[in-house]
């Protein structure tokens, strides 16, 4: 209706507005459809404004197609029970907040690495809280990321299957006690108490060379 909505640059704006200056160089999206407005507003962080991940979230779901990735990530998550949520007071078992290891996942395994995490850890720990740790999901991806497990097939199958069992033995406060006494931390130590866990009471020849893990 002949006026312009400022999404990002508000200070700068403010700034020229200060100095006098009229002419303002901008860049102007004309026709968008609400959910173009989502993902635009969703990816300002690749450029200069720093939006909060819980925002950028809301904002790709608002987006629908235009951000197919977090329709997927979100569809996959329901599927095993679980949600993604910023919310500090929700202290539920299937609440998951680290949406950075999710959207890594998707990026480079796709809905069947999410579906492969997911598996581990619904199986492994119904409903137990710290299943969904940003610590041990940063560690299932370490796993992909290092193996060759994602290819499907009895061998995929037969591995993941085996580490959700040593894992069922466990709990994931454990877990992250024992990933304490490897140097690197993080998801690094998980991934390496994850394969160590792994390998135990196997044959040389089919341990998986935890050494690889960096």
Request: a positive charge.
């Amino acid at each position: 209706d002949g006026k312009y909505w400022c999404f990002d640059g508000q200070h700068r704006y403010t700034a020229f507005k200060q100095m006098g200056i009229i002419d303002i160089p901008a860049q102007i999206h004309y026709n968008l459809t609400y959910q173009q407005e989502a993902a635009l507003f969703a990816e300002q962080h690749r450029n200069e404004a720093h939006i909060q991940k819980r925002d950028e979230w809301a904002a790709r779901l608002e987006a629908g197609h235009e951000c197919i990735d977090a329709m997927e990530i979100n569809a996959v998550a329901k599927q095993f029970g679980y949600k993604v949520s910023f919310d500090a007071k929700d202290r539920s078992a299937s609440k998951i907040g680290c949406i950075n290891v999710l959207q890594k996942t998707y990026a480079r395994h796709g809905v069947n690495g999410l579906q492969t995490m997911f598996f581990v850890t619904s199986t492994a720990w119904p409903g137990i809280h710290g299943a969904t740790h940003a610590d041990i999901l940063g560690g299932l991806l370490k796993i992909m990321d290092t193996y060759n497990v994602m290819h499907g097939g009895r061998q995929s199958d037969a591995f993941w299957n085996r580490l959700r069992n040593r894992m069922a033995n466990t709990t994931p406060a454990k877990l992250r006690q024992r990933a304490m006494i490897y140097p690197k931390g993080g998801a690094t130590a998980m991934a390496y108490a994850m394969i160590c866990m792994y390998n135990a009471h196997m044959s040389d020849a089919n341990r998986m060379d935890v050494n690889r893990i960096k």
